[in-house]
């Protein structure tokens, strides 16, 4: 898990490409980060992972390409998320961004927000525009 300078977690999830600086991050958060198939006859590993097949002793050799894992969350500096939240895969956190705790974020987050709720919606923002775009600047230099 790349995690950045002076940045905690209590979780542990491995489809995140990046997590910043100075993030602290709570208890129980998961990065939802496989699909499934939902327009083929089943929505089962079973016809597309070949271990879980033979776990099931399927004789099958032919397995048609499904890409089950998403894209990887990225998650900039100065973020705090709360415990118990869920992230769907792709998504980006922003800079300064506040996830409250029970969440469920299904798109990205916008720098120095505060989200929460299912799904997350802004709450408000932490600061006035020109601030923001002072700290955006100031944390966007050298990640």
């Known amino acids: 898990m790349p995690?950045?300078?002076y940045s905690y977690s209590r979780s542990y999830f491995g489809q995140v490409s990046?997590?910043?600086r100075y993030c602290?991050?709570?208890?129980?958060?998961?990065?939802m980060g496989e699909s499934h198939p939902t327009d083929w006859i089943s929505t089962s590993p079973i016809f597309y992972r070949p271990r879980r097949a033979s776990t099931w002793q399927s004789k099958r050799q032919d397995f048609p390409?499904?890409?089950a894992t998403g894209a990887k969350v990225e998650i900039g500096n100065d973020v705090w998320i709360?415990?118990?939240v869920i992230i769907k895969e792709g998504v980006t956190v922003g800079h300064g961004s506040v996830i409250g705790m029970g969440s469920?974020?299904?798109?990205?987050?916008?720098?120095?927000?505060?989200?929460?709720?299912n799904p997350?919606?802004?709450i408000k923002k932490r600061f006035s525009d020109e601030i923001i775009v002072i700290f955006f600047s100031w944390f966007s230099f050298g990640n």
């Open 65 to 67: 390409h499904f890409q």
């Open 120 to 122: 997350a919606i802004e």
């Open 3 to 5: 995690l950045g300078s």
């Open 18 to 20: 990046r997590i910043g």
């Open 24 to 31: 602290s991050i709570g208890a129980n958060v998961t990065v």
């Open 82 to 84: 709360g415990r118990n």
């Open 104 to 117: 469920i974020v299904t798109k990205d987050v916008l720098p120095y927000s505060i989200v929460g709720g």
